[in-house]
Nanobody, 119 residues
């Protein structure tokens, strides 16, 4: 059974930091791209960041470049999203995803975690 267990959301002040974790199981972690999507109230899903475990390549949406950092611990089958310099517009439900052929489309979605950034 595929599982993407997300943790680390919560409340932060603008300018603060949070770290999200996505612990994966049930598939060959090293062969997948693991990504983070978010959905803000009233908006569509947005791809935030992604890492391809096969070659370590990463992707960031322009709005988070320089503030967010994605990393993968293959020994723990866990991907992290370090979010710094948070802005109120980062407020959203964040989802972890896994794709066998790249970041999008994703084959699997984890449960969401709410990130709220207060101004």
């Amino acid at each position: 059974e595929v599982q993407l267990q997300v943790s680390g959301g919560g409340l932060a002040q603008a300018g603060g930091s949070l770290r999200l974790s996505c612990a994966a199981s049930g598939f060959t972690f090293d062969d997948y791209a693991i990504g983070w999507f978010r959905q803000a109230p009233g908006k569509e899903h947005e791809g935030v960041s992604c890492i391809a475990n096969k070659d370590g390549s990463t992707y960031y949406v322009n709005s988070v470049k320089g503030r967010f950092a994605i990393s993968s611990d293959n020994a723990k089958n866990t991907v992290y999203l370090q979010m710094n310099s948070l802005k109120p517009e980062d407020t959203a439900i964040y989802y972890c995803t896994a794709g066998a052929f790249g970041c999008y489309p994703a084959d699997y979605w984890g449960q969401g975690t709410l990130v709220t950034v207060s101004s």
